[in-house]
């Protein structure tokens, strides 16, 4: 097991471990779709979506048009481009990362990691196989694309050429077929214009007043459109580095735009969810094709311009028809009477076509057990989530949300180990964001359910349950004659001869090492940590934190409660002084009972409630806390009959522990206070 013990490499940042709860194949989008490219060859439509799967659908098959996911990034996809004849896609993530893929067998080639934040926009150069990737860092790289698709997961250090200058985030690019001009569009709410083959600044077209979404640029590079966040479409021309006319057809910010490839038309789409075709020449005259019932964040024509494909935010796509009628966009025009394009009917009230989306949830709650999860997604469906065993324990459908959190939180106060992130529509669970914390649950292994009623009841750690079984097949990949063979003397190997002390969890879970608030380090699926290449990288990106505990099995430590310990005042006793002691957290009441009936009282044995120096309440070895079956199990419930404890004047449940009473009933920050007092 030496190996393992290079997970240390990554010390210098922070790196946090994550696991995506869903289901096995997800057919369905569970969030909005940021990007759309259609194959006019295979009649293929790819979808980016923020649930951080690429999927293909077959248009010819729209029973089951589902074809297959490509899944690799860890967050939104932001951006793709189909290239080299509809063989490759390229994409565009907010994980920050860019990744080639080969489209016809949908597996991932080489991931590109030269951005260093969200990137959110792609260029395509048809002519000369060139693709430029920008985001939230400022810069443009720009790629050929026959090298990117010749890189390996071995060899993929690639060098590009980049251009620099832009003084905001970037939003949206556009480079024309041959590759002679690129356009950039900002939060800085100017078009910045290179020349893409000698990496120059060519011009900045100034003119709106908010964020450019979307950019298209004709074929000779002559004209430029754009749509910005200020409601308004400009068309530029290149030559006079001037603006022609300015199409105000939307009511609120344009977010998505097409254009045939004459520049005769224009079509756009964006928060006021209507897709409108306005005629260039004229934009007098307009057709409002459709009205979604979610802002529209890209579109795609089918090669015959017969019909448009629709991305929203929520989940499904639409397929809306246009007919020769439209196109000559004859039939509207501005009235002053009915306040123009705001009151126009759709062409189309029904989509021709439609691929579903899936739910996606946007609420959730973690139950006091810090085990279970309650969630709410976008059909107002509940569910409740295990993050043990990663996967949904019931569907409780269109009940009320706030109603069944009140009914399945119990009196019980377990610290929070772990957070949650909703961003992609499913639950992600995140594990050291701050390492401390993601071992500070410590719970009863028989109410936790690993330990029979029979057995002797141990502690067991919420985080180091985890972790095992998310890396099991990488600590113990041979199993026990692997484990024998480590130098461990053989203590491992014991551990799992008397069962697994951890739940499993289902192999298609995704594991995700990432830096802390930064970029993704490696994705995995739990089912393929003990492959060959797998456990290379994991050896390289596993942290120190976590190989400490999964592998070199040293348990996290307890964590400790002080609290003072006096006579109730109905005693009549009065305590010269306040007898401040420690215990581990999860020490029931009874415990401290025992104490007060052995110590301070001192009507019991010495059998040993208190340690070190007569402070410090025992709660077992740091193998857990006894129950019942201890030797003082007679001392205990003894104890209970003759000695009651209170807190802030209320009788205290001697199976409480000390975190529960100090949460839920001192509700202080200061050091807790119980009292004692005989009962008579």
């Not at 295979?42 to 297959?68: E, F, T, V």
């Amino acid at each position: 097991m030496a190996a393992l013990k290079t997970g240390g490499q990554n010390a210098r940042k922070k790196v946090q471990v994550s696991m995506v709860i869903r289901d096995e194949v997800e057919r369905r989008h569970r969030a909005g779709v940021n990007s759309l490219q259609y194959d006019p060859v295979l009649h293929r439509l790819y979808s980016a979506g923020r649930d951080s799967i690429i999927r293909i659908w077959n248009c010819k098959n729209m029973k089951d048009p589902c074809i297959q996911s490509m899944e690799h990034h860890t967050d939104w996809v932001n951006d793709i481009v189909l290239c080299c004849g509809g063989k490759n896609v390229i994409s565009a993530s907010s994980d920050t990362t860019v990744k080639v893929w080969n489209a016809h067998k949908g597996f991932c080639m080489s991931t590109l990691r030269t951005h260093r934040d969200y990137v959110k926009a792609l260029a395509y150069a048809k002519d000369r196989e060139q693709v430029a990737s920008a985001g939230l860092d400022r810069a443009i790289f720009l790629w050929d694309v026959n090298t990117l698709t010749a890189l390996t997961a071995s060899n993929n250090t690639v060098t590009t050429s980049s251009l620099t200058g832009n003084k905001d985030s970037i939003y949206s690019m556009a480079m024309n077929p041959p590759g002679t001009i690129l356009v950039s569009g900002s939060t800085e709410k100017v078009l910045r214009v290179w020349d893409p083959r000698s990496n120059t600044k060519l011009m900045k077209l100034k003119g709106h007043a908010d964020n450019i979404k979307a950019l298209v640029l004709s074929r000779d590079g002559s004209q430029c459109l754009s749509a910005s966040s200020d409601g308004t479409i400009k068309l530029w021309s290149m030559g006079q580095q001037w603006c022609i006319q300015t199409i105000r057809v939307h009511t609120e910010g344009v977010w998505a735009l097409l254009a045939t490839d004459t520049f005769s038309h224009v079509i756009s789409g964006g928060r006021d969810k209507r897709v409108i075709m306005t005629e260039l020449r004229n934009p007098d005259h307009y057709t409002v094709i459709c009205e979604e019932k979610a802002p529209i964040l890209k579109m795609a024509m089918t090669p015959d311009q017969s019909s448009i494909w629709v991305a929203t935010s929520e989940s499904t796509i639409n397929n809306w028809t246009i007919s020769q009628k439209d196109w000559q966009c004859g039939d509207y025009s501005v009235d002053s009477v009915t306040g123009g394009v705001a009151n126009m009917t759709p062409r189309n009230t029904e989509p021709a076509q439609r691929i579903l989306g899936g739910p996606a949830i946007r609420h959730c709650h973690v139950l006091n057990d810090r085990r279970h999860v309650l969630t709410k997604d976008t059909e107002d469906n509940v569910a409740l989530y295990d993050v043990l065993k990663a996967c949904k324990v019931e569907d409780l459908g269109p009940v009320d949300f706030d109603q069944e959190v009140k009914k399945r939180n119990k009196m019980v106060y377990v610290p929070n180990w772990f957070n949650v992130d909703l961003k992609t529509g499913m639950l992600t669970i995140h594990l050291g964001q701050d390492e401390n914390d993601c071992f500070s649950a410590w719970v009863s292994g028989k109410e936790a359910g690993l330990v029979d009623d029979n057995g002797v009841d141990e502690k067991v750690n919420y985080g180091n349950l985890l972790l095992q079984a998310l890396l099991e097949k990488w600590w113990k990949p041979g199993g026990i004659s692997d484990l024998e063979g480590s130098g461990n003397n053989g203590e491992d190997a014991n551990s799992i001869r008397e069962g697994k002390k951890y739940f499993s969890v289902p192999g298609h879970t995704p594991v995700i090492f990432s830096e802390v608030g930064g970029r993704t380090l490696y994705r995995l699926l739990v089912r393929d940590a003990a492959g060959e290449t797998e456990r290379v990288l994991l050896n390289e990106t596993v942290p120190s934190w976590v190989v400490d505990i999964v592998v070199d099995k040293n348990l996290p430590k307890f964590i400790r409660i002080p609290f003072f310990l006096l006579p109730h005042s109905s005693t009549g006793v009065k305590s010269l002084k306040k007898d401040r002691l420690i215990a581990n957290d999860f020490i029931q009441v009874r415990k401290v009972a025992e104490h007060v009936y052995d110590k301070v009282l001192g009507a019991g044995s010495d059998s040993g409630s208190v340690a070190g120096g007569g402070n410090t309440v025992s709660g077992g070895s740091p193998a857990g806390e006894r129950t019942n079956n201890d030797s003082n199990a007679d001392n205990s419930s003894l104890a209970e009959e003759k000695v009651e404890l209170l807190c802030n004047d209320q009788v205290l449940d001697p199976s409480m522990d000390l975190r529960t009473v100090k949460h839920f009933i001192w509700k202080s920050s200061v050091d807790l206070t119980l009292h004692y007092r005989p009962i008579k």
